[in-house]
């Protein structure tokens, strides 16, 4: 099974693409190597209020797993 690691902002659930803009659509989100390059993404980029999505598939499903992202503190 594909699992994809994205980065969500908890205020409205749209997803990072990268370049500093976001999305509604998990499709069109970054999909990050591993958990370390997303907390990196996220501080580079001053990314606040944010989450990691382990994203078990190709659409966003139940059996996602969920994890605050704190870059700050």
């Known amino acids: 099974m594909l699992m994809k690691r ?8 749209k997803y990072f693409d990268g370049r500093g803009r976001w999305s509604d659509e998990a499709t069109r989100a970054l999909c990050f190597e ?4 997303a907390f990196k993404a996220a501080k580079k980029h001053h990314l606040a209020n944010v ?10 499903s139940s059996y996602d797993v969920i ?7």
């Open 67 to 73: 994890m605050e992202l704190k870059t700050s503190g």
């Open 34 to 37: 591993d958990s370390f390059a």
């Open 51 to 60: 989450e990691l999505v382990l994203m078990m598939g190709e659409e966003p």
């Open 6 to 13: 994205l980065i969500r902002s908890k205020a409205d659930g």
